[in-house]
Structure formats: C-alpha cells, structure tokens
C-alpha cells in the first residue's frame, strides 16, 4: 500500500539540545526512502519469506501456539526473550487482558507479537535502510505461510514517539484491572535513562530488583485514578513467577524476564536512533548536492545547515550507544529465565573473551557502556558522512580527548575497555581509530 507521511520539521538549530523526540519533516516515500516499497527489502522476515517461496524453509504447525515455535526458530529468537505485556495497547487489544497478556519475542533484528487465539501473528523486522517493516502472519494452518505487509502499522508506529521514522515503542501505562490503560493518568515511553519507578506500567515483571520499585505487575485503584502517584508499587515487586497470575500453560514460558524488558527497552530506541540518523543524513547529503549543482560549488562542500542536520542527531545517537545517561540501578537486579546467558552468549568477543553483550545488573545494565546493536547491519549501513563523524567523535570520547559533562559517567577504565572490544571486533573502527591514534602520537612528538 502506497503511503506518503508528511511529517513535522524540526528546525536543526535545536537538534544539538534535543533528544530527537519530535519529528522530522521527511515524506517517507521520498526516492531515497521508497519505504512501501518491496523489491529492495533487505530484512530478515523478508528474506524468510523468499525461501518459504522457493521451497528452502518450511513453518511448521503447533496445536497451541500456531506458527509461533516455528518463526521463532527460523528466525533465531530465543524464547526465553519472552515478554508480556497485559494492557489494551495493541491492534489485538480485544484478546489482550491480565488474563490473557500478549507476548513479545526478538532478538537484535525482528520483534514478534503473540497473543492466545490469535487470528495473526504481529512481527516487525528491521532492514538495513527503511528500518522497521510490519508484517502479520495468518494463524491459518490449511493455508501456506505468508508474511504480509502492513504498513497501516505506521498509523502508531511512524509518530514523535519513534523519533518520527518506522520504529517501535515501549510503552508505561496506568491499568485498571482489566487491562485498559487510564489515559488521564498519564503513561511515559521508557528506555535504559528511564528510573525504574516509570516502567513497564501494563506489564508483568519476573525477577527481583533489591529496593527498587516499578509500575509492573500492578493496577491503578480507582480510588487513586486522579492521584497516580498513590499506586502501590509494592505489590507488583520481585515477583519470580507468573504462575498465580493467569493459566501460563497457554504460553512458551512462564516468564516475562526483567532483563529481557530492560534489553528490550534500550535496543527500541537504539534502533530508532540509527533509523532516524541514517534518513536525516541521506537527505540533507542529497539535498545539499542539488544546491552545489544548482549554485556551481564544488563536490563535497556542506553548508552549515547540512553539517548540523548531519553531526547534531548523530551525536544524539551516540549518546545513547555509550549509555551516557542511564539511570543508574538501585541495587542487584536478576531475571527468572535463561535469557541473560541465552543474550551474553551470542555477541562477537575481543581477544581478551570480552563482549558488549555482558551484563552488570547492579549499578547499570551492561558491564562495558556502549550498545551491543553497534555489531547490527542496521548500523553498518549507516551513511560514511554519519560515521565519519561518529567515529571521531567515539575516538575523542573513548580516548579521553572529550572529558566533557555529556561523558561524565564514563569511566577511564569504561573508556579503554569499550575501545578495545570495538577496535577488536569492528575492523572499520579499528582502522579508523589507529589512524587516529597515531595522529596524536606524531602531535605530541612535534
């Protein structure tokens, strides 16, 4: 389906001070985009479906759960990333409730939606250039499996709320106990800078957390609807199981791992912000080559308006690679499922065994500050303007040339660490970053 979103401009200027929560003015059908376009998607889902079609995969049937085990096996995620979430916030919002909560899968690629009687499975898959294309899969068994597009999707899912780019959310509710979220109570969008007390209002939460507290696995009392802040927080605290919450025997797990949602949280938005940066760059380096040709100036020349529409969003994004503003934790957090080690297992390792994919779980979230998705092909495909400058910039912060109070929370020992897992296992860093360093080594022997 053919779409055009014409979306709302934010003027550069303000770029450098914002978190990139408004929009961009960007119509997503632009020729640079082609977002409702098929012939050139490079995502995993689509890549499945192409050998559905040729005969080189099969999906097959599960009497409880449809299709689920089969696309999660082909598409190599782990279920114990299992997340549920029992608020009416979903397009199945009728089959969703505390009784019956949606369930989520996904690894650094695709995002899986499931709920109990489902006519369809919900999946969204992230490619390389477009960012993140919606699909549903009929529950059907008497028919062959196909992945359907829907872009009726970025009604919710191309707004201020994804950085104004095909992209996914991780929404806070107030619920009553049925399920529907109290609007007039407000909600928050949460990642890894939310506090803990703002998460994951409308979904259940496996797992022990010290004496921190958050909104999942508890209701909003009508009593308190005007007076939010009065929720009790503490009945829905290190809860290890689900089990005395609803039947989840209906389901893959029994679990709806904290630390799956604290992964979850970050890698959304992380994904937006590469989405985000990678359009804004491409169409400002088009943009700005029109204007060279038109006015006679050589190849190459940037005004200040492309330079800021470039660096500005990007460091935005990088920001929040190095975790620079995470909310620190309270105390030990530890999930209920296997999905930590399932999660840590799978990263690229420096020659020392050391990965992005570690977890800390007592002051912050990760071991080593900086976002395991800089491995994602989403990320390499990012535009050479973008990481040119990005790279720089890692390089200034990581080698402590940028002492900055953006990079405050960053340690020495945080800073040498992260640049040798990148320099080990990113071999374009790598050679960005010693050429760098003997730059540096020559100044200082002059």
Wanted: charged share 30%; proline share 5%.
């Amino acid at each position: 389906m053919k779409r055009s979103l014409t979306l709302i401009l934010v003027p550069a200027a303000l770029l450098a001070q914002s978190d990139l929560s408004g929009t961009m003015g960007l119509d997503l059908e632009d020729r640079l985009i082609r977002y409702s376009a098929s012939d050139d998607l490079r995502d995993p889902v689509s890549e499945l479906q192409r050998r559905l079609d040729r005969g080189d995969a099969r999906l097959a049937w599960n009497d409880k759960q449809g299709y689920l085990p089969a696309v999660l096996d082909a598409l190599k995620i782990p279920q114990s990333a299992q997340v549920l979430v029992f608020s009416k916030t979903s397009f199945q919002l009728q089959r969703i409730a505390p009784p019956t909560p949606r369930a989520l899968y996904y690894n650094d690629d695709v995002y899986i939606g499931w709920v109990v009687d489902g006519d369809v499975i919900e999946v969204s898959s992230v490619d390389q250039l477009k960012g993140s294309i919606f699909f549903t899969l009929d529950q059907n068994p008497n028919r062959k499996p196909k992945f359907t597009r829907r872009d009726e999707c970025l009604q919710c899912h191309a707004s201020p709320r994804t950085l104004g780019v095909p992209g996914h959310m991780v929404r806070s509710v107030y619920s009553g106990n049925d399920g529907y979220p109290i609007f007039q109570a407000g909600g928050f969008n949460t990642d890894h800078r939310s506090p803990m007390k703002e998460r994951w209002g409308g979904w259940y939460v496996t797992g022990t957390h010290a004496n921190d507290l958050h909104m999942g696995n508890a209701f909003l009392a009508d009593k308190d609807k005007e007076n939010p802040e009065n929720m009790d927080l503490k009945s829905g605290a290190n809860q290890r199981s689900v089990k005395d919450r609803f039947d989840s025997s209906r389901y893959l797990s029994a679990h709806s791992d904290i630390v799956s949602l604290m992964v979850l949280e970050h890698q959304v938005r992380m994904h937006n912000l590469i989405t985000r940066v990678s359009y804004e760059a491409r169409v400002a380096l088009e943009q700005q080559a029109s204007m060279n040709k038109a006015l006679g100036r050589p190849d190459g020349e940037w005004s200040d308006s492309t330079r800021r529409r470039i660096q500005n969003p990007t460091e935005v994004m990088m920001q929040y690679l190095l975790f620079a503003d995470e909310a620190p934790l309270k105390g030990k957090v530890e999930g209920t499922s296997t999905f930590a080690r399932d999660f840590a297992r799978v990263g690229p390792r420096d020659h020392q065994g050391r990965s992005l994919r570690e977890f800390d779980l007592e002051k912050r979230l990760f071991k080593y500050p900086c976002s395991f998705l800089v491995h994602s092909k989403a990320f390499d495909e990012l535009p050479s303007a973008v990481k040119d400058h990005l790279y720089r910039r890692l390089w200034e912060v990581l080698s402590g040339v940028d002492r900055s109070k953006s990079y405050a929370a960053l340690s020495a020992e945080d800073r040498r660490v992260v640049k040798e897992i990148l320099t080990d296992t990113k071999p374009e860093i790598a050679a960005d970053f010693a050429r760098r360093d003997a730059m540096r080594l020559q100044s200082g022997n002059r």
